[in-house]
Each structure stands twice: as C-alpha cells, then as structure tokens.
C-alpha cells in the first residue's frame, strides 16, 4: 500500500513557475514507476509526466507533448518524494494535479493503483 500526498499547488501569473511534490509512504518507494495526472474542469483526467523505478531504468522520464520542454519531473528516493517543477506556465495549464504510483511505467491513468488526493494549480493571464 502507498498513501500520496502532493503539496505545492497555488495561483501564478503566466510565464511562471511552480514546483510541486508528492510525498509517499509506504515501503519499497525506489520500486514504484511515479506519475504527475492533470484534470481541468470538464475535463478528463489527462497524462502529464511520469518516472521509471529506479530498477526499470535509472529514473527514465516521459512527458505529454503539451509540456515537453517547461516541465520537468524528478524523484529523491531516499526523501520518498517525487517533483513536478513547471516553468513558462500557461492559463491552459490550470487544473488539479494528481501523483500516482504503480508497480509499472505507464501514461494511462488506468494503469496506476495508488493516486493522491490532488493539488490545484491555477495559472493567470
């Protein structure tokens, strides 16, 4: 069992940054594949970035084509976190953003297991 909890949500102007972490707890974090969920309002709940298990790969990244290049996620396994920095944010990027975990790497949000309670992010113009 994994329990997650993403922090680090808030409103910015466009053009801005914002870094949020999901905090995990549980045993065996190195061994879970980390995911970073977006939904807006309205919206289906849609892929943002996501992180290989260490053993799958040493940290291996992939992103939705919609924030390759301003966004970047990061894991520190021995703080059982994993990050979200976002930088040139856009008023399309505003929504609530949720970290999942599962055994495997995946960019379907049917995939993961373990899901945080979300953290809302809202951009400006």
């Known amino acids: 069992q994994v329990r997650l909890v993403e922090s680090g949500g808030g409103l910015v102007q466009a053009g801005g940054s914002l870094r949020l972490s999901c905090a995990a707890s549980?045993?065996?974090?190195?061994?879970?594949?980390m995911g970073w969920f977006r939904q807006a309002p309205g919206k289906e709940r849609e892929f943002v970035a996501a992180?290989?298990?260490?053993?799958?790969?040493?940290?291996?990244?992939y992103y939705a084509d919609s924030v390759k290049g301003r966004f970047t996620i990061s894991r520190d396994n021995a703080k059982n976190s994993v990050y979200l920095q976002m930088n040139s944010l856009k008023p399309e990027d505003t929504a609530v953003y949720y970290c999942a975990a599962d055994q495997f790497l995946a960019t379907s949000r049917d995939q993961y297991d373990y899901w945080g309670q979300g953290t809302q992010v809202t951009v400006s113009s």
């Open positions: 992180i290989s298990a260490i053993s799958w790969g040493s940290g291996s990244t």
């Open positions: 549980g045993r065996a974090f190195s061994s879970y594949a």
